[in-house]
């Protein structure tokens, strides 16, 4: 069985589990972490975890980041001088979160996700070196009412998490799946 096949799995297992109503957004996190090699795998079968989401009678809603900063920078007025000099990038990227934001209520009021669903996340590894996933979690937990998935290419070791096993990582709380082990 393959590990991407055994993060389903842990998956499965975990989110059939009862939610309490009480969580609040931070407790509602769930990151499903596999190495980055993977990230193919991972998505030819994102649907299998929508199965296992429904399975468990839980809605689901896939947003994905992938193409984000790509669609973010050709609106830019000054696109082509970003690319000739990208070092003035730097201070515009606190926008580049907002504008994903932007799009992801406008995601979340066109699915109705509500207090039942699974909001899943691909693409975080589009991120690096444009924003921390921890800041893009911390921006869009709190606009979820269900749980908030995170499809995280990199590592996980005491809650301290590596995207793309690159560089030192964060601590972050959320519910670390693997495909050893669902928490």
């Not at 669609?71 to 000739?84: H, P």
């Not at 005491?158 to 601590?171: F, H, P, Q, T, V």
Request: with cysteine.
């Amino acid at each position: 069985m393959s590990r991407v096949d055994r993060l389903v799995r842990s998956y499965a297992a975990h989110i059939a589990v009862p939610w309490r109503d009480d969580a609040a957004p931070a407790q509602r996190v769930i990151f499903c972490v596999y190495p980055e090699a993977e990230e193919r795998s991972l998505r030819a079968k994102v649907d299998e975890f929508e199965l296992a989401t429904r399975q468990a009678g839980h809605g689901w809603a896939l947003f994905d980041l992938t193409d984000t900063f790509a669609e973010w920078m050709a609106s830019q007025r000054y696109a082509k001088k970003y690319f000739a000099k990208p070092h003035l990038l730097a201070p515009l990227l606190p926008k580049y979160l907002g504008y994903i934001q932007e799009r992801f209520e406008a995601f979340l009021a066109q699915t109705g996700a509500d207090a039942d669903t699974v909001v899943a996340v691909l693409g975080v590894g589009s991120l690096f070196g444009f924003l921390k996933v921890k800041e893009m979690v911390d921006r869009l937990a709190p606009l979820v009412p269900g749980r908030f998935l995170v499809f995280f290419p990199g590592s996980h070791e005491d809650n301290n998490y590596r995207l793309l096993d690159a560089y030192d990582g964060w601590n972050y709380l959320a519910v670390p799946i693997t495909a050893d082990r669902a928490f």
